[in-house]
C-alpha cells in the first residue's frame, strides 16, 4: 500500500508559495521522509531551498500534474485539483497557447486579452453549431450551443450566467452569445427578430456604459436577456430586465473616467443640422461629461457610434421625431448641469441668473415653463397638517436638488428605452421557451466603498449561493447515477451572510426604517447596525472609524463608508420639478413623469417555466407608495425575482477573468487572476470535486490507457469492467481511493497521476528492454557482415581456380560433341528426306481413290434430290389448279344466291325498320369483314414467305452442286503429280549444296568483318570521349537557356493565372446575383404565399362576386357564377361547418367544377360547329344533292345526336357534383376527415374517371350507328312518302318487306341493347369489386396497425436492453421480408418485361403487314362509306422528330414530364428522356411559326421545374435529375439553332432537324441562369447529407486500428448533450459513390460532375480543417497519421471513379499539409524552415494554430516549445497570405457548363408508354 509520503520522493516537482508569482515550481532533490522537518527543492534557477514541514502550519506543498495534463481544455481532466494547478493551467493556455477559454467544470473561464482574437466570425459559429460540448475547443459558442440544444432537447429554459469584474469582458462575452443564438436560431419568417436582439446591445451599450479606470466599456447597470423560442426553436422575441443603474455617474465622475457614451456621442455629432437645435459643444464644455478630464477613448469614435445608435433604433421601430426627442432630453441634461446657480449674501438662499442660456435650452429642450423651473430648482415646498411653506434653499441644496433632477430625468429615460426596447421585441406568437443571458457585476471592492458596491457585493452573494447548490447538486446527480456511495461534501454556504443583509432587522431593513425617520443620519444608522449585528460572524466593526462597517462576504472582507447610504436609498426628488416636467408640452417628456404610464410588455413565458416574467421596475401606482419604497427595497425585490427564474431554468457559467489592471494584450498577473478565481467561485467549484472524486474514467478508456499494466491471461478475459476491477484492486490497496460506477471508475485526487507514474516506469522498462535487444541486435548484424564478408572473399578465390579448370574440361566435351553432332545430322537428314518422299506417295494415291468414291456417291444423292424437288412441285401445281377450279364454281354458285337474296332485300328495303336492323348490323358486318380479309392477308402472306424460303434453299443447293462439279472438272489431272514431286525432290538439293557453299563464303566475310569492327570500335570510342566533353559543355548552355525560359514561362502562367482568377470572380459574382435572384424571388412567392394566406383565413365569409373564393388556393381559373350557380347551397354549407374541417375535400370540389367547365366548353364547341355545318349546308344547297347532301345530313344529324347527348350527360354531371357536394359536406360535419377518408375518396373519383371515359367511347360508338340510322331515315322518308301516295316502284324489286325481316331486325336491335347493357354491368360489377377490395385492404391495415399497436405496449414494458435488442430482430425480420417481398416483384418485372418485348416484336410486324396491306384495301372502299368508322387506316408519313400537341394540352404535357415526372419512371430509359420530349414539342411550334406556343411552353416548363425543385429542395436524386435534363434542354437549344458555331459535330439528319423560325437565345440564357441555380441546390443539398458525416469520418473513427491514444477526461467530457451518430470513412465514401451513381445514372455531363465532386471535396476539406483547428484533442501525431491514411483513400476513390483530373484532391491541399504538418519534427530551425517550405496552402495563423494546440498523447512525445512557435512567425511574417484562421465552408466555385451536343437522333427516340402521352402525335 502506497502512503501519502511516498510520492515526495527524488525528481518529483511541487509547488510552494511565492509572495510575487503567488506559486513557485520546484522540485525535489532527496526523498521525503514521514516525519523530517525540511524537504530539500530545487527551483527552476537552480538555487536550492529548504523547505520547513509542519504539520500544523506548514503542510506538505502541493504535487504537481504531469507535464502531459498541463494545458488541458478542462481543468478537472487534472489529476492534482488544487489553486497553483489551476493558476498554472490558465497561465499556460493564456501565454503560450493563446487560449482565452478554459473549463472548469460547468463553468466556462474567460480570460479578457486585451485585443482582437480573430475566432468570433460565422464560420467559426458554424463550426460549434451542433457539436457536443466536449467535442470542440473550449468557447462561449460552446457554452450557448449547449444551451441550445439542451433547449431543444430537454424542452426546459436555459440561463447564462455572465459574470466578473469591471473590465473582465462580460458584455462583450453576452454580446457573442446573443449572436450566436441570434445567427443559430434565426427567425423563421422575415420579421428579422433576430437583427433587433442584436440592435439592442449598441442602445443598451450607449446609454448604460461608461468608461472607468478599470474598464473603457464598462456596463453600469446589470441587465437578464430573454430570447423566446418557439416549438420549431426559431427566436420569436426576447425581454430584457435591468438592475440598478448607476445613476449618480450621471452628476458625477472620479479622474480619468467618463459619463455614459451617449453624451459625449451627441457632443461629438453637434455639428450635424439635425443636432443644432440642441445647442451641444464639446463635451469638455459641460460639467456633466468634463469632470473626468478625460473626454476621450483611444481607438473609439464617438460619431461613428452615434450613427450605429441611430440604426440601431431604427431596427427596433424607434421614430425619428422619438430619437430627436430622447437626444433633446440627454441634451437637456447637459444644459441643466451648466446651470449657474449663486448663492446669496445670507447664505441660506440662492438664486439664477435671468440670462442663464442654459436654463433657456433646458427648458425650450424639454417644453416646460422657464419661471417656474427657475423659481422651483431654488426654492423646496413644505407640507404640513395645517398648512404649506414655500422655503428658499441653499446653494448646496439646490445644487443636490438639481443633481438629483438630472439623475431621476435619465433614469426614467433609460426606463423608457428599455420599455419600448421590449415593445419592439415583443411578440404575439405562443413562447415556447427561452434562453436568457444575464450579465451582472461582479465582486467589487475599492478604497472607498458606497451604497452601489454594497448592492452589487449583496447580489453576487445570492448568485453565489444558487451556483454552489447548483454545483454540489450536479456532483450528487453524477453519483447517483453511476451508483456509487456518497458523503455529504462540506462546502461554503452563505446563507448567514445574506441573512445579515435581507432577513429582518438586517442590514436592508435597517436602512429602510433609518429612511423614514425625518431626520435619520447616515451616522445614526451605522450606530444601529453596530448594536445589532456586532455578534455576528460576517459582521466587524473597523477600529478607525464609527461610520464605516465591514462585511465578510465569500470573497473577501469589504469595508463599507456609511456616507451617502441614506440619500442614494431614498433616492428622492422634489415633487414640484416633477410636475413642472409632466406639463411639458412635449409629448415624450410628459409620458416619462405621468403616473399612469404603461408597464413594459411581459414577455410570455414557456411551459417549462414556473414563474411570471415580469420587468424589473414594477409600475407605480401612486407618488406617495414609490416614494416610499426604497431603492434597497426594489433591488431585493428585482434580485428575488431574477433567482425565482435562474432557479427555474438550466443554468451555464461564464466566469470573465481580468488577467491585469494595465489593459496589456496577453499580460498574466497571477496575484490579480488568483484573487478573481477566489471571487468568482472557480476554486470553489473545484474544491468540491476534488473533495469527491475529480478523476472519471468510462471503463474503455481506462482499459485501452492502461492495458500496459494488464497481464495478458487478464487481458484473455471478454469482461473489461473485470478486469478493470482486478487491476485497480492489484495497483491501489486502498478502497477509498477508488469506486466503481455503473459505467466509470471514480478517482480520488492524485490517483490517476500514480497511474501515470506506474504506466511510464512500465513503458520505462520497456524501452530499456527494447533498447536493449536492438543494440544486441546492431552487434550480431555488424558480425554477420564480417563474416559475410571473408566468405564471400574465399569464395570467389575457389571460384576462379574451379573455373579455369572446368573451362579446359568444357573445350575439350565440347568438341567431342560438335564431332558426334555433326554426323548423327547428317545421316538423321538423309533417313528423313527418303521417308518423306514416301509418305507424299502414298498420301496422293490414297486421296485419288478416297475422292472418286466420294464424287460418285454425291451425284446418287444429287440426282435423288432433284427428282423430289420436281415431283412435289408436279402435285403441288395440280392440287392449285383442282382448288382454283372449285373455288370458281363456288364463287359462281354463290354469287347467284347472292342476286337472289339482293333481289329480296331490295323488296325488303321498303321498311324503314328492315333498313335500321341492316343499320345496326352493319357495323359488326364491317369488322367481321375487315377481320376476315386481315386473315386472308396473313395467310397469303405466310405462304408467300414459305414459297421464298423453298426457292432460296432450291438456288443455294443449285449453287452448291455447280462448286462441287467445278471441283472435280479441276482435280481431274492429279494423276500427273508424282512426277512433279520427283523435279522438285532434285531441285531442293541442288539448293542445299548452293547454300553449303555460301555459308562458307560468310564465315570468311564474317572473320574480316570482325577484325575491322575491333578497329571500328577503338576510333568511335575516341570519338566518343571528344563528344563527352562536348555533350557537357552543350548542357551547360542548354541548362542556362532552360532556366531563362522556365522563368519567362513562370511570368506567363502567373498572367495566364491572374486572367483565369479574374474571370473565375467574373463568374462567380455572376452565379452569386444569381443565387440572390433565385433568393430574393423564393422569398417574393412566400409573401405571396402568406398574402394568400392571409386572405383565405378559416371562417371566412365568401363575398358576393362572380369568383371563387376558392380561386386564390388553386391553379385553375376563375369560375363564373353561372357555371356554379348550382352549387351555391353546397359551398354555403361547407362555409358555414368551417374550412378547417371541408379542407381535406376542398381539392375534390376543384376537380368536379373543372370536369364541369370542360363539358360546357365542349358544349358550346360542338354548338358553334353544328351551326357552322348548317351555314354550309344552307349554302350549298342545291349544288350536290346527290352525294354532298348525305354526307352532310348525317354529319348535321351526329353532330345534333352529340349534343343532345352531351347536354342530357351534363346535366347529369351537375346533379351528380351537387349530391356528392353534400355527401361530402355532411361527412366533413360529422367529423370523418382523415387521411384514410380522403384516400378513398380520391380513389373513387379515379374510378370515376375512368368510367366516364369508358362510357364515353361507348357513347361514341352508338352515336355514330345513330347518326347512320338517322341519316338513312331521312334518306328514306321522301321515297316512302312518294310510295304511300303515288305507289311506285323499286327499280330492282316490286315485293314489299316481310314481318319476318321486321321481327329480325327489332330482335337485332334488342340484342345490341341487351350488348351495350351487359357491358355496362360488367363495368358496374368490377367498380364493386374494387371498392369491396378497398374495404378489405382497410380492414387489413387497421389489423396491422393494432397489431403494431399491441407490439409497441410490450416492448414499452421491457428492460432497456430488452427494448433494444426487440426493436433489432424486428427490424431484421422487416428487411428481410421486404428483401423477399422486392425479389419477388424484380423476377415478375423481368418476365414481364420479356413477354411485352416479345410482344411488341409481333405487333411491329403486324404494323408493317399493315402498311404493305393498306393501299389495296385502301382502293377497294367504297365512295360512301361513313368518315367515322375507325378501322380504316393509313400509312403515317416519315417520322421527323417533332410531337405535336394541342394547346389544351400543354398543361397536361408540363404536368407528366415535369410536376409528376419521378426520376425512377424513365430509370430504364434514355437518359434525360424529358428534355428530349419537350425540345420535340418546341421544334414542332417552331415548323408551324406559333410564337405564342414557344413563348408558352417554355415558361411554363421552367416555372414548372422551379416549383418541383421548391417542393423537394432536400432531395438529391430530384435534384441530380432536373439539373441533367435542364442542361440537356440547354444543350438541345443551342445544338438546333442553327448557329454554325454549335454544329460542328452534328449529322446531317440531326441539321435537318435545326429550328427555322425562331432564335431562342433569350431562353437559353434563362435556362443557363436556371441550371445555376439547380446546380447551387444540388450542391446545398450533398452538402447537408455529407456534413454530419465527415468530422466523424474524417477524424474520429479509427480507419487504422488501434492507433489513437486515450487520455484523462474532464467534465466537459462526461456533459449532458447527446452524442450525435458515428460515422465510418467507409460511409463518407459509399454516400459519394450513391451520389456519383445517380447522377451518372440521370445522364449529368461529366464536366459538370467534375465541378460537383471537386465542390464537395472543397467542403470537406473546409469542415475537417476547421474541426482540426477548434479542437485540442484531435491535434496529435496518430490523427495526421489517420488523416494521410483517409486522404489516400479518397484519391483512391477519386482514380476509381475516372474523377482525377476533376482538381478534387488539389482541394484538400490545406488539410494534406496540416496531417504533415502534425507528424513532421518540430525542434530544429531546420525543421521551421522545413514546416514553412512545405505548408505553403496554410496560412500563418493555421500554422501557428496548429502548432499551439498539438498535443502529445503520451509522456514520450515532446510539445511544440513556445520559441519554436515563434521561430514559424518570424519565418512567416513576410507572407502576405490571408489572415482568417478559418477556411470559408461557404465558398462556392463558379460552375461551368459546357457545350455537350448529343449524338442520339431525335426521330429514333422511343416514349415509353408509362408516360401517358397519347395525346402527342408525331409528325
Not at 435650452?361 to 422657464?370: I, K, P, Y
Request: glycine share 4%; proline share 3%.
Amino acid at each position: 500500500m502506497m502512503t501519502e509520503y511516498e510520492l515526495y520522493a527524488k525528481y518529483t516537482r511541487v509547488w510552494i508559495p511565492d509572495p510575487d508569482d503567488v506559486w513557485k515550481a520546484a522540485e525535489i532533490v532527496k526523498d521525503y521522509k514521514e516525519g523530517d522537518p525540511v524537504m530539500y527543492l530545487k527551483l527552476e534557477d537552480e538555487t536550492t531551498l529548504d523547505y520547513p514541514i509542519n504539520p500544523k502550519h506548514n503542510q506538505l506543498p502541493f504535487l504537481r500534474n504531469p507535464d502531459i495534463l498541463v494545458g488541458e481544455n478542462d481543468l478537472t481532466a487534472l489529476s492534482y485539483l488544487h489553486e497553483p494547478a489551476v493558476l498554472h493551467n490558465l497561465k499556460v493556455r493564456f501565454l503560450e497557447s493563446n487560449h482565452i477559454y478554459t473549463y472548469c467544470g460547468i463553468v466556462l473561464v474567460a480570460i479578457n486579452p486585451y485585443q482582437q482574437v480573430p475566432i468570433y466570425g460565422e464560420d467559426v459559429i458554424y463550426a460549434y453549431s451542433g457539436q457536443n460540448m466536449g467535442d470542440m475547443d473550449p468557447h462561449i459558442f460552446a457554452v450557448a450551443e449547449e444551451a441550445y440544444k439542451q433547449m431543444a432537447r430537454d424542452e426546459k429554459n436555459q440561463s447564462i450566467i455572465v459574470s466578473g469584474e469591471s473590465g473582465a469582458g462580460k458584455t462583450v462575452s453576452a454580446k457573442y452569445a446573443m449572436r450566436y443564438f441570434a445567427t443559430v436560431g434565426g427567425s423563421a419568417s422575415d420579421t428579422n427578430v433576430e437583427e433587433k436582439v442584436l440592435a439592442s446591445s449598441p442602445i443598451m451599450e450607449a446609454i448604460g456604459n461608461a468608461k472607468t479606470t478599470r474598464n473603457d466599456n464598462s456596463s453600469r447597470f446589470g441587465k437578464y436577456i430573454q430570447i423566446g423560442f418557439d416549438r420549431r426553436y426559431h427566436i420569436i422575441g426576447a425581454n430584457m430586465r435591468t438592475y440598478l443603474l448607476e445613476k449618480s455617474r450621471v452628476v458625477f465622475q472620479a479622474e480619468d473616467e467618463r459619463n455614459y457614451h451617449i453624451f459625449y456621442q451627441l457632443c461629438a455629432s453637434a455639428s450635424l443640422p439635425e443636432f443644432k437645435d440642441l445647442e451641444l459643444t464639446s463635451a469638455e464644455d459641460f460639467f456633466y461629461t468634463s469632470q473626468g478630464e478625460n473626454i476621450f477613448i483611444e481607438g473609439v469614435n464617438d460619431a461613428e457610434d452615434l450613427e450605429k445608435t441611430r440604426h440601431a433604433f431604427m431596427l427596433l421601430g424607434v421614430k425619428e421625431n422619438h430619437q430627436m426627442s430622447i437626444f433633446k432630453i440627454i441634451a437637456s441634461i447637459l444644459h441643466l448641469g451648466n446651470v449657474d446657480i449663486r448663492s446669496e449674501r445670507d447664505g441660506d438662499s440662492c438664486n439664477i441668473p435671468k440670462n442663464d442660456e442654459h436654463l433657456n435650452h433646458f427648458c425650450d429642450l424639454l417644453g416646460v415653463e422657464h419661471d417656474q423651473m427657475e423659481h422651483w430648482l431654488c426654492h423646496r415646498k413644505l407640507v404640513t397638517t395645517a398648512e404649506t411653506y414655500v422655503k428658499t434653499m441653499s446653494k448646496q441644496q439646490a445644487i443636490n436638488a438639481r443633481n438629483a433632477l438630472a439623475k431621476h430625468i435619465y433614469a426614467e429615460l433609460f426606463n423608457w428605452i428599455v420599455d419600448h426596447i421590449n415593445k419592439a421585441l415583443y411578440t404575439t406568437t405562443k413562447q415556447h421557451s427561452f434562453i436568457g443571458v444575464l450579465d451582472i457585476y461582479g465582486f467589487e471592492t475599492f478604497e472607498f466603498n458606497s451604497f452601489e458596491q454594497f448592492c452589487i457585493n449583496y447580489a453576487n452573494e445570492k448568485l453565489q449561493q444558487q451556483f454552489n447548490s447548483h454545483v454540489f447538486k450536479l456532483e450528487q446527480d453524477e453519483y447517483m447515477k453511476e451508483q456509487i456511495p456518497w458523503t455529504l461534501i462540506d462546502f461554503y454556504d452563505n446563507q448567514p451572510c445574506i441573512d445579515l443583509i435581507e432577513a429582518k432587522l438586517g442590514i436592508l431593513d435597517l436602512l429602510d426604517e433609518e429612511c423614514k425617520v425625518p431626520k435619520g443620519t447616515d451616522q445614526n444608522w451605522a450606530q444601529k447596525l453596530y448594536d445589532r449585528h456586532s455578534s455576528s460572524e460576517h459582521f466587524q466593526k473597523p477600529r478607525m472609524s464609527n461610520t464605516s462597517f465591514i462585511v465578510v462576504h465569500f470573497a473577501d472582507k469589504v469595508e463599507y463608508q456609511s456616507d451617502g447610504f441614506l440619500e442614494k436609498n431614498r433616492d428622492t426628488v422634489y415633487e414640484e420639478q416633477i410636475n413642472i416636467l409632466k406639463a411639458s408640452k412635449f409629448q415624450l417628456v410628459a409620458d416619462l413623469f405621468h403616473d399612469g404610464k404603461e408597464v413594459p410588455v411581459p414577455a410570455p413565458v414557456g411551459k417549462g417555466s414556473r414563474i411570471n416574467v415580469r420587468a424589473a421596475k414594477p409600475a407605480p401606482k401612486t407618488p406617495n407608495r414609490e416614494h416610499r419604497k426604497t431603492v434597497g427595497h426594489q433591488f431585493r425585490n428585482s434580485l428575488q425575482l431574477l433567482t425565482e427564474t435562474l432557479n427555474a431554468t438550466t443554468p451555464h457559467y461564464v466566469r470573465c477573468i481580468k488577467p491585469n489592471d494595465e489593459k496589456l494584450a496577453f499580460s498574466f498577473d497571477s496575484s490579480r487572476a488568483v484573487q478573481q478565481l477566489r471571487a468568482c467561485g472557480v476554486l470553489e467549484t473545484i474544491r468540491i470535486s476534488a473533495a469527491g472524486y475529480p478523476s472519471r474514467w468510462t471503463y474503455p478508456d481506462f482499459f485501452n490507457r492502461y492495458r500496459v499494466l494488464m497481464k495478458k491471461k487478464d487481458i484473455s478475459n471478454s469482461d473489461k469492467k473485470l478486469i478493470c476491477r482486478n487491476l485497480l484492486e492489484t495497483l491501489i490497496k486502498d478502497p477509498d481511493k477508488f469506486q466503481f460506477g455503473k459505467n466509470k471508475i471514480f478517482f480520488r485526487a492524485g490517483q490517476v497521476a500514480y497511474l501515470e507514474k506506474l504506466r511510464a516506469d512500465k513503458f520505462r522498462s520497456a524501452c530499456i528492454k527494447i533498447q536493449k535487444s536492438v543494440r544486441g541486435w546492431l552487434q550480431r548484424v555488424k558480425y554477420r557482415k564480417i563474416r559475410k564478408s571473408a566468405i564471400t572473399l574465399q569464395r570467389y578465390g575457389r571460384g576462379y581456380l574451379a573455373r579455369r579448370l572446368a573451362e579446359d574440361l568444357r573445350r575439350t566435351r565440347a568438341a567431342v560433341i560438335f564431332q558426334k553432332q555433326y554426323r548423327m545430322l547428317r545421316e538423321r537428314r538423309a533417313y528423313l528426306n527418303v521417308r518423306h518422299a514416301v509418305t507424299t506417295i502414298q498420301a496422293f494415291s490414297r486421296g485419288m481413290f478416297t475422292r472418286r468414291i466420294y464424287k460418285e456417291f454425291l451425284l446418287h444423292h444429287k440426282a435423288t434430290i432433284i427428282q423430289k424437288s420436281v415431283r412435289g412441285w408436279m402435285e403441288r401445281r395440280k392440287f392449285r389448279r383442282a382448288r382454283n377450279a372449285a373455288v370458281i364454281i363456288q364463287c359462281g354458285f354463290r354469287r347467284l344466291q347472292a342476286k337472289k337474296e339482293l333481289k329480296q332485300l331490295k323488296i325488303e328495303a321498303r321498311s324503314a325498320e328492315h333498313f335500321k336492323k341492316l343499320n345496326i348490323g352493319m357495323e359488326n358486318k364491317i369488322v367481321q369483314l375487315q377481320r376476315k380479309v386481315d386473315d386472308q392477308n396473313k395467310e397469303y402472306k405466310a405462304q408467300n414467305e414459305l414459297l421464298t424460303i423453298a426457292n432460296n434453299n432450291y438456288a443455294t443447293e443449285v449453287q452448291k452442286l455447280q462448286k462441287e462439279v467445278q471441283y472435280f472438272r479441276d482435280h481431274k489431272d492429279d494423276g500427273n503429280q508424282l512426277g512433279t514431286l520427283q523435279e522438285e525432290l532434285e531441285r531442293l538439293r541442288a539448293e542445299l549444296e548452293s547454300a553449303h557453299s555460301q555459308r562458307k563464303q560468310l564465315e570468311e566475310e564474317y572473320s574480316t568483318e570482325k577484325a575491322s569492327l575491333r578497329k571500328r570500335v577503338e576510333d568511335l570510342e575516341k570519338e566518343n570521349s571528344l563528344l563527352k566533353d562536348e555533350k557537357e559543355e552543350m548542357n551547360q548552355r542548354i541548362q542556362n537557356q532552360s532556366k531563362n525560359k522556365e522563368d519567362q514561362v513562370s511570368r506567363v502562367s502567373v498572367k495566364e493565372g491572374q486572367v483565369q482568377a479574374e474571370l473565375n470572380e467574373e463568374r462567380l459574382r455572376y452565379q452569386n446575383l444569381v443565387k440572390e435572384y433565385s433568393r430574393l424571388e423564393q422569398r417574393y412567392e412566400n409573401l405571396q404565399e402568406e398574402i394568400s394566406l392571409a386572405k383565405f383565413q378559416p371562417g371566412h365569409r365568401r363575398n358576393p362576386s362572380n369568383q371563387s373564393s376558392l380561386e386564390s388556393d388553386s391553379n385553375y381559373p376563375s369560375i363564373s357564377t353561372s357555371e356554379v350557380g348550382d352549387t351555391e347551397d353546397t359551398i354555403q354549407q361547407v362555409e358555414e361547418m368551417g374550412l378547417e374541417k371541408a379542407a381535406m375535400d376542398i381539392s375534390l370540389f376543384m376537380k368536379l367544377q373543372k370536369r364541369v367547365r370542360e363539358l360546357e366548353q365542349e358544349r358550346r364547341r360542338l354548338q358553334t360547329d353544328l351551326e357552322k355545318m348548317e351555314e354550309l349546308v344552307n349554302r350549298k344547297g342545291n349544288e350536290n344533292k346527290n352525294s354532298a347532301d348525305q354526307d352532310s345530313n348525317g354529319d348535321s344529324a351526329y353532330n345534333s345526336l352529340k349534343r343532345q347527348e352531351l347536354e342530357s350527360e351534363n346535366k347529369k354531371l351537375k346533379n351528380d357534383l351537387n349530391e356528392l357536394r353534400k355527401a361530402i359536406a355532411e361527412r366533413a360535419t360529422n367529423n370523418n376527415s382523415s387521411n384514410e377518408l380522403q384516400e378513398s375518396y380520391n380513389l373513387l373519383l379515379n374510378q370515376l374517371k375512368g368510367a366516364n371515359e369508358e362510357l364515353e367511347v361507348r357513347k361514341e360508338e352508338v352515336l355514330i350507328l345513330r347518326a347512320q340510322i338517322v341519316s338513312s331515315a331521312q334518306q328514306k322518308e321522301p321515297a316512302k312518302q312518294i310510295e304511300t301516295n303515288t305507289m311506285p316502284e323499286w327499280t330492282n324489286s316490286k315485293n314489299e318487306m316481310s314481318r319476318d325481316d321486321a321481327i329480325k331486325a327489332y330482335h337485332g336491335m334488342c340484342e345490341s341493347k341487351k350488348l351495350l347493357e351487359a357491358q355496362l354491368q360488367t363495368q358496374s360489377r368490377q367498380h364493386e369489386d374494387e371498392l369491396e377490395a378497398l374495404r378489405t385492404q382497410n380492414e387489413v391495415l387497421k389489423e396491422d396497425i393494432e397489431r403494431k399497436q399491441e407490439m409497441l405496449n410490450q416492448t414499452l414494458s421491457l428492460s432497456p436492453e430488452a427494448q433494444v435488442e426487440f426493436s433489432i430482430q424486428q427490424e431484421i425480420t422487416r428487411l428481410t421480408n421486404e428483401n423477399l417481398d422486392l425479389k419477388e416483384l424484380v423476377e415478375k418485372l423481368e418476365k414481364n418485361e420479356r413477354k411485352l418485348k416479345k410482344q411488341l416484336k409481333i405487333y411491329m410486324k403486324k404494323v408493317q403487314e399493315l402498311e404493305v396491306s393498306q393501299p389495296s384495301e385502301k382502293s377497294q372502299k367504297r365512295r360512301h362509306e361513313l368518315t367515322r368508322q375507325v378501322t380504316v387506316q393509313r400509312k403515317e408519313k416519315d417520322f421527323e422528330g417533332m410531337l405535336e400537341y394541342c394547346k389544351e394540352d400543354e398543361s397536361l404535357l408540363v404536368k407528366s414530364l415535369v410536376s409528376d415526372m419521378k426520376p425512377q419512371t424513365v430509370s430504364a430509359t434514355v437518359p434525360c428522356l424529358p428534355a428530349y420530349i419537350l425540345f420535340m414539342c418546341i421544334r414542332h411550334a417552331d415548323y408551324i411559326n406559333d410564337d405564342q406556343k414557344v413563348h408558352s411552353l417554355l415558361t411554363s416548363t421552367i416555372n414548372a421545374i422551379k416549383k418541383v425543385l421548391k417542393k423537394q429542395n432536400d432531395d438529391f436524386e430530384t435534384t441530380s435529375f432536373w439539373l441533367a435534363n435542364t442542361s440537356r434542354l440547354l444543350h438541345c437549344l443551342k445544338q438546333y439553332s442553327g448557329d454554325e458555331a454549335f454544329m460542328t459535330q452534328n449529322s446531317a439528319k440531326q441539321n435537318e432537324h435545326c429550328l427555322k423560325n425562331f432564335d431562342l437565345a433569350e431562353y437559353r440564357q434563362v435556362l443557363s441562369d436556371l441550371s445555376i441555380q439547380i446546380y447551387q441546390q444540388l450542391i446545398k443539398v450533398a452538402e447537408g447529407i455529407m456534413h454530419p458525416m465527415i468530422v466523424s469520418a474524417m477524424l474520429e473513427s479509427e480507419s487504422i486500428p488501434s492507433l489513437a491514444g486515450v487520455k484523462p477526461m474532464g467534465y466537459r467530457n462526461r456533459s449532458s448533450s447527446m452524442d450525435g451518430d458515428t460515422y465510418s470513412l467507409d460511409a463518407l465514401i459509399i454516400q459519394l459513390g450513391n451520389f456519383h451513381s445517380t447522377m451518372c445514372e440521370h445522364g449529368l455531363d461529366p464536366e459538370i460532375i467534375q465541378q460537383v465532386f471537386k465542390q464537395l471535396f472543397y467542403m470537406i476539406n473546409a469542415v475537417t480543417l476547421n474541426n482540426l483547428l477548434l479542437r485540442k484533442d484531435v491535434c496529435s501525431w496518430s490523427t495526421g497519421m489517420q488523416l494521410r491514411f483517409n486522404i489516400s483513400q479518397m484519391e483512391e476513390w477519386l482514380r476509381s471513379k475516372n474523377l482525377q483530373q476533376s482538381g478534387a484532391i488539389s482541394t484538400m491541399e490545406p488539410l494534406i499539409q496540416a496531417a504533415q504538418l502534425l507528424q513532421v519534427k518540430k525542434k530544429t530551425n531546420e525543421d521551421a524552415k522545413a514546416i514553412c517550405t512545405m505548408c505553403t496552402a496554410l496560412s500563418t495563423q493555421q500554422i501557428v494554430k496548429i502548432l499551439n494546440l498539438y498535443t502529445p498523447l503520451n509522456e514520450f512525445e515532446e510539445r511544440v516549445t513556445v520559441s519554436f512557435i515563434r521561430s514559424i512567425q518570424g519565418l512567416l511574417q513576410d507572407n502576405t497570405d490571408s489572415q482568417q484562421l478559418l477556411v470559408d465552408a461557404k465558398h462556392t466555385f463558379p460552375v461551368l457548363f459546357p457545350y455537350t451536343p448529343s449524338n442520339l437522333s431525335l426521330e429514333t427516340l422511343h416514349i415509353p408508354a408509362s408516360l401517358s402521352l397519347d395525346f402527342l402525335t408525331r409528325v
